[in-house]
């Protein structure tokens, strides 16, 4: 383990067989039909492409940048789109693809943004969710694993752009963001 890290939350292991198990169940539910998976760039990247691999429907990418105004760690809810979509969405099956759904206030914003692109149907696809933090309510369609409130990295997710690559989910010790 990283010595950056307190403890190891989700393991490689337990990682490939939940979104492999993610993959199938989307795959039954759009049996016939083809899918536009929009990946939020970066936090979401490793885990869509693990996931897409699982998904046996059709399967188109495009991929959206986002960043939320205001200061610190803390969401504001006011979304700047960094990189929009390629191609519009309209009449398309789309599922967004999240790292991690904290306050919601990100992913509100995008369902709210997409849906006025009117697509065939908006379904959310997030990794992790750490319910007790919600501020707005989604609707998460396909969740990974429900987490308690601890900041963590590895698998895509990022602090100050580090840790990305690291192959399980893992708790990041106190001394390393708070100084
Ligand atoms: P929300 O708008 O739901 O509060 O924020 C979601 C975004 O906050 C995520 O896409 C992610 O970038 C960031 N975030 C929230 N919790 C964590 C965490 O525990 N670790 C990391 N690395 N990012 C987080």
Redesign the pocket.
Known sequence: MHPDLEKVLITEQELEERIKELGEQISRDYAGKEILVVG?LK?AMIFLADLVRSITVPTYFDFMAVS?YGAGAR?S?VVRILKDLDRPIEGRHIIIV??????????NYLVQNLQARNPASLKICTL?D?PS?R?VEVTIDYNGFSIPD????GYG???NERYRNFPSIGVLKREVYVK
Request: hydrophobic share 40%.
């Open positions: 939020i936090g939320s969401s809810g999240e790292d991690i759904v904290d306050t919601g206030l990100t992913l992790l750490k933090r501020e601890e900041f963590v990295v997710l990022d602090y």
